[in-house]
C-alpha cells in the first residue's frame, strides 16, 4: 500500500500534469511585472472571484498578512475571532509585520455575533486605536462552513462604519461546495480575500490574495517590502493554473471521502465523531472513554502503529483527533486505514 498521509490536505503532492506544465512554462521576471504565466493566474484567479486584480503570494500566511499590512495602519484594532487561523497559526504575525493590535470575538468556529462585533468596534475615540480592518475565515479551521447570511451580516456592519473586511479564504473553494454556491457569493462580501493552492487543490507552493485594482497595487509594493518578490515564479504559477482548471470541482470527492472515513470510523464504535464539524474534507474525533481508561492505551504507540503501516496521522490535541481527506486519498485507503485502526483498538480492550 502506498503512504497515507491523514495529518492535512497540504501534503498534496502536485500531478503529473502540473508537473509537466513547470517544465513548459513560459516565465519572465515578476517584479517588473513580465512573467505571462504569472499575469495569467492572477487573472484567472481574481475573475474567479469576481475581484478586479490578484497577486501571486508564497504561501496562506504570507497572504492574510500581506492582507492586514496593507488594509490597516500602525497602531489599528483588527477584529477577529479568537479561533481563527490568523490568531492561531500564524505565530503572532500581526504584531511584528503590521504593529497592529488583534481585538478577539468570542470562538464562534467562523461565525461572528454581529451585536459582540459593535461592541468591539472602536469609534472616533483619542483614547482609542482605531478598528482598521475585520477578518473572518471561510471555510474555517475547525472543519466548519460560516453561512451567507453571517457573512452578509458582517458584511453590511463593516460598510456602515466604513471599516474593510478580508477573509482568509485558504479552503474557499470547500467552503463554496458545502454552501452549494458560486465561490464569488462569498467573496463579493470582502474588500479582500486570501485562498490556496497547495491544500486540496495539488499545487506544490503559492496563493492569491485578490481585491480591487488600487488594493492590489499597494499589496505588490508590500510583498516585495516581505521578501515575496519571486522572480520567475512562472515556474510555481503553471502548476496552480492546472489546480484551477482541472482541481476545484473533484473537492467534492474529498467531501464525500470525509463523510465515508466518519461513517467508518464510527462504525468501529472506539470513537465520538464530531458530526457538527463534518462541512468540508476534515474529520475531527476523539477516543471513547472506555478504551481511553485502558491502561495500555498509548497515543504514542497508536500513532507508531500506523506509521509502521505507511499512515501518516498527527497527534491529538485536547485528546482530539483530525484526519483530513485529499486527491491521494480515496475509498479503498480509508478502508485499509480503519481495518488497521480497528485491528489496534480491539486489542486495546480485550
Known amino acids: 500500500m502506498d503512504l497515507i498521509d491523514f495529518r492535512s490536505d497540504t501534503v498534496t503532492t502536485p500531478t503529473k500534469e502540473m508537473l509537466d506544465a513547470m517544465i513548459s512554462a513560459r516565465v519572465g521576471d515578476d517584479v517588473y511585472g513580465d512573467d505571462p504565466t504569472v499575469n495569467m493566474l492572477e487573472d484567472k484567479s481574481a475573475a474567479i472571484l469576481g475581484k478586479e486584480s490578484a497577486v501571486f503570494v508564497p504561501s496562506g500566511t504570507f497572504g492574510n498578512q500581506l492582507a492586514i499590512l496593507t488594509h490597516a495602519n500602525r497602531g489599528d484594532e483588527v477584529i477577529i475571532s479568537e479561533d ?15 504593529s497592529v493590535q488583534l481585538r478577539f470575538l468570542k470562538a464562534g468556529r467562523g461565525k461572528v455575533d454581529v451585536n459582540e462585533l459593535k ?11 482605531k478598528t482598521g480592518l475585520i477578518c473572518m475565515e471561510n471555510a474555517h479551521t475547525d472543519g466548519t462552513v460560516v453561512p451567507i447570511k453571517n457573512i452578509r451580516q458582517v458584511h453590511y456592519f463593516a460598510k456602515s462604519v466604513d471599516v474593510p473586511t478580508h477573509l482568509d479564504g485558504a479552503r474557499i473553494f470547500n467552503a463554496a461546495i458545502s454552501l452549494g454556491v458560486d465561490p464569488k457569493d462569498i467573496a463579493k462580501y470582502f474588500d479582500s480575500v486570501m485562498f490556496c493552492f497547495s491544500k486540496g487543490l495539488c499545487a506544490p507552493v503559492g496563493s492569491v490574495l485578490t481585491g480591487s485594482r488600487s488594493f492590489i497595487q499597494r499589496a505588490k509594493k508590500n510583498r516585495k517590502l516581505m521578501g515575496g518578490g519571486m522572480r520567475q515564479a512562472g515556474y510555481l504559477a503553471a502548476p496552480c493554473i492546472v489546480a484551477l482548471e482541472k482541481m476545484v470541482s473533484r473537492l467534492k470527492e474529498d467531501h464525500k471521502n470525509a463523510k465515508f472515513l466518519a461513517d467508518k470510523l464510527n462504525d468501529t464504535g472506539f470513537f465520538n465523531i464530531c458530526w457538527d464539524r463534518l462541512d468540508i474534507n476534515m474529520v475531527f474525533f476523539t477516543i471513547k472513554n472506555k478504551v481511553i481508561e485502558k491502561k495500555n492505551y498509548s497515543e504514542s504507540e497508536f500513532i507508531k502503529f500506523l506509521n509502521n503501516n505507511n499512515i501518516k ?9 483530525r484526519f483530513v481527506t485529499h486527491y491521494y486519498i480515496d475509498e479503498h485507503k480509508i478502508k485499509y486505514s480503519v481495518d488497521l485502526i480497528e485491528q489496534f483498538f480491539k486489542r486495546v480492550v480485550k
Not at 84 to 98: D, M, T
Not at 119 to 129: A, E, N, Q, V
Not at 313 to 321: D, K, Q, T
Open 313 to 321: 496521522i498527527s497527534p491529538s490535541y485536547n485528546r482530539e483527533f
Open 84 to 98: 481563527n487561523h490568523i490568531v492561531l497559526y500564524e505565530v503572532g504575525a500581526p504584531a511584528v509585520i503590521s
Open 119 to 129: 461592541t468591539l468596534y472602536r469609534d472616533d475615540d483619542i483614547h482609542f486605536p
